[in-house]
């Protein structure tokens, strides 16, 4: 079970609706740069980026499918060689032996249900083994066609330190997002919460004396301090 972090909003900066605006304007001026981190040059490469994505970091995968995605071009390319090949070219990424398997069974679907392209509908997404939501949002977020929010370890983090929800469940916090997020920041959202919580409020000992969102958040160590 991940650790919870609903527990640290104990202040009250106010309503959620009213502090969301504020709150994405200060992380978009903050983070300019918030975008994936994965490279990619085709819907293919996107989708195989994001499956190995899983449990790694972004570099780990970039560094993986720099070799990867010269060898494997095509869905038909996954499937012309023996399992452990591919096994052993995406090993680097962690569990990559059921890394491997999704994307062959993944790539057969694509070839036997959709002609070789990678759908862009979340339910059709999300029904190729190894695709959870959270995949499926990015996927389609990152081609234009966002139909949700992408719930990582990092957004999870944030929304409950920001009092955007008090769930556990990656699908709940991905609703009481969609409930409160404006639908036209859907797509950059997570990635804002991505970084600020890489650069600072990072799991462990968030930066509250440096946070733009200080005086927004009801979790701001700063804040608590100041009205004891
Ligand atoms: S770093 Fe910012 S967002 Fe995180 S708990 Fe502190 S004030 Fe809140």
């Given at each position: 079970m991940a650790r919870s972090y609903v527990g640290e909003a104990r202040l009250h900066a106010g309503r959620r609706r009213d502090r969301i605006r504020p709150m994405i304007e200060r992380l978009a001026a903050a983070h300019p740069d918030a975008v994936i981190a994965l490279r990619f040059r085709s819907h293919l490469e996107l989708l195989v980026s994001v499956m190995l994505s899983a449990q790694t970091t972004d570099a780990t995968v970039n560094r993986v499918t720099e070799r990867l995605f010269s060898k494997y071009r095509r869905p038909e390319d996954y499937l012309a060689v023996p399992l452990e090949e591919l096994e052993?070219?995406?090993?680097?990424?962690?569990?990559?032996?059921?890394?491997?398997?999704?994307?062959?069974?993944?790539?057969?679907?694509?070839?036997?249900?959709?002609?070789?392209?990678?759908?862009?509908?979340?339910?059709?997404?999300?029904?190729?083994?190894?695709?959870?939501?959270?995949?499926?949002?990015?996927?389609?977020?990152?081609?234009?066609?966002?139909?949700?929010?992408?719930?990582?370890?990092?957004?999870?983090?944030?929304?409950?330190?920001?009092?955007?929800?008090?769930?556990?469940?990656?699908?709940?916090?991905?609703?009481?997002?969609?409930?409160?997020?404006?639908?036209?920041?859907?797509?950059?959202?997570?990635h804002l919460l991505i970084w600020h919580g890489r650069r600072v409020c990072v799991a462990r000992a968030p930066r509250c004396e440096t946070c733009v969102l200080a005086g927004l958040c009801p979790s701001s160590r700063v804040e608590a301090t100041r009205r004891a």
């Amino acid at each position: 079970m991940a650790r919870s972090y609903v527990g640290e909003a104990r202040l009250h900066a106010g309503r959620r609706r009213d502090r969301i605006r504020p709150m994405i304007e200060r992380l978009a001026a903050a983070h300019p740069d918030a975008v994936i981190a994965l490279r990619f040059r085709s819907h293919l490469e996107l989708l195989v980026s994001v499956m190995l994505s899983a449990q790694t970091t972004d570099a780990t995968v970039n560094r993986v499918t720099e070799r990867l995605f010269s060898k494997y071009r095509r869905p038909e390319d996954y499937l012309a060689v023996p399992l452990e090949e591919l096994e052993q070219d995406v090993r680097p990424t962690g569990t990559y032996r059921l890394k491997a398997r999704n994307l062959r069974a993944a790539m057969r679907m694509l070839l036997e249900e959709h002609g070789g392209e990678v759908p862009i509908r979340i339910d059709e997404l999300v029904r190729l083994r190894g695709v959870g939501r959270k995949t499926a949002n990015v996927v389609a977020a990152e081609r234009g066609a966002t139909q949700g929010i992408v719930v990582d370890t990092h957004v999870r983090r944030l929304s409950q330190r920001l009092g955007l929800t008090r769930q556990e469940d990656p699908v709940r916090i991905e609703r009481d997002l969609m409930r409160v997020v404006p639908r036209e920041d859907w797509s950059r959202f997570p990635h804002l919460l991505i970084w600020h919580g890489r650069r600072v409020c990072v799991a462990r000992a968030p930066r509250c004396e440096t946070c733009v969102l200080a005086g927004l958040c009801p979790s701001s160590r700063v804040e608590a301090t100041r009205r004891a």
